[in-house]
């Protein structure tokens, strides 16, 4: 059997045909014509290199070989149909789903945490996979499945990926409470003078684009540590003298380790959405995860973060 011309239609007719037996009744019940029942069925007669039906006193009877393939053939399809509509109608309560989900370490304080435990109430089956976001190779990874969707900065998306915007994040300085420094109003030059910490993304840099905004306006700042991760951040400043530039978010119920203030001078911030490919677009467990988590952004944020404008002062 030459399977390469053989289509589903093609299937389905024979299905109708040897339960109706009759091609009048089955091109009826698939909403063909009686001409184009019997052209599909002279096709399927050639690719099984059988009858499959004989005319008979009152239509027709199928052939030992008919009878053979019709309850592999139904059980196939029966099959095909449960995929369609269990793709079509995705019901959070009961579904099982995984989803792989790319994002920072800042994401998976920042969000993550929270979605998890609330998608766990209205989604008890749909597990979580988190892996570390890689920009350069995301298209890659969605292309193939391993990635379903990313939660990242937006500006640095493929622009091939489809986008949604969450909400846009600022940057607050951090210390103890009781820093003795530390307050609302502070002036360029007192900021310069703390102890800062700093994240290089990249590992081992004491600088960022902030350095290069102070030294513009005269000042220089002390850097005594160099992080790699956003994580390490809160904890260490809550139990020394240092400060940090960090992303808002991060201080979210630390409110008793730390106090924050707006830095003295315009820091850029940066948006937070969800970035997936076209492959995964129609999915409707994977549309129902994408439209939950724009839900339970806006319910716990219905004002937004906004990012402060300003110079273009961007901490990595």
Known sequence: ???RRLDLNLL???EALLIEQNVTRAAAHLHLSQPAVSAQLSRLRDVFDDP????????????AKALEILGPLREALDQVRAVVVARKIFEPAT??????????????????KRLAIAIRREAPGVRIALRNLDVLYLEAQMSRGDVDLALMNTLGAPPSLRSRHL???????????????LREGLGVEEFAKLEHVVVSLRGGGFTTAVDDAL??????RSVVLSASSFLLVP???????????????????????????DPPFPVEGFPIGMVWHERSHGHD???WIRDYISRVVDAENPGGFVAQPAVRTRVP
């Not at 499959?52 to 052939?63: E, F, Y």
């Not at 099982?96 to 989900?101: E, R």
């Not at 909400?167 to 420094?181: A, K, Q, S, T």
């Not at 030294?215 to 220089?220: N, R, S, Y």
Request: hydrophobic share 45%.
């Open 1 to 3: 059997m030459d399977t």
């Open 12 to 14: 389905v007719t024979l």
């Open 52 to 63: 499959l039906l004989i005319p008979a006193q009152r239509g027709m009877t199928p052939t």
């Open 95 to 112: 579904a099982s789903l995984t989803v792989t989900i790319a994002c920072t370490d800042y994401v998976q304080v920042a969000l993550v």
């Open 167 to 181: 909400f846009d994040e600022r940057y607050v300085l951090i210390g103890r409470c009781g820093h003795p420094l």
């Open 215 to 220: 030294l513009a306006l005269g000042q220089q």
């Open 235 to 261: 904890e260490l400043v809550a139990q020394s003298d240092c400060v940090a530039l960090v992303p808002s978010r991060l201080v979210d119920g630390r409110a008793k380790q730390l106090m924050h203030v």
């Open 285 to 287: 467990g994977l549309k």
